[in-house]
């Protein structure tokens, strides 16, 4: 990319700073959406997605996990898919998504991406 590493950190602390723009969730998937995110499945053995990106879906930066809220629900969807399906599985954390995408039916990961989507 011809950038320092410095003109990097730069560009990113730039971008942390900005405003999240938020996309608009299905109001019909919320409930089921809020429960998976902020709960889990214990059924299927899916861990709430807040423990590790935050009950705001502002990640934790530190141990590697991003921001969820305000994505595009199609994007986080994607994914999901992409992990379940193992194409996606490089990362410090793509084991971990792996397993728990590989319990998420097509209706909880449908669900869970719209509720991040609004979720601010």
Do not use: W
Not at 22 to 37: F, T
Not at 88 to 98: P, Q, W, Y
Request: charged share 20%; glycine share 12%.
């Amino acid at each position: 990319s011809g950038k320092s590493e410095q003109e990097l950190q730069d560009l990113a602390a730039y971008f942390d700073n900005q405003e999240m723009p938020l996309s608009q969730a299905n109001p019909d998937l919320i409930e089921q959406g809020a429960a998976l995110y902020r709960g889990g499945n214990m059924a299927s053995g899916v861990p709430a997605c807040a423990g590790c990106h935050s009950p705001q879906g502002k990640g934790n930066e530190p141990g590697g996990y991003p921001r969820l809220s305000g994505q595009n629900a199609e994007y986080i969807s994607k994914q999901l898919n992409a992990y379940r399906g193992g194409e996606r599985a490089t990362g410090s954390n793509a084991a971990i998504m792996m397993d728990v995408a590989a319990k998420l039916t097509d209706a909880e990961i449908e669900a869970v991406a719209n509720y991040v989507s609004g979720l601010h």
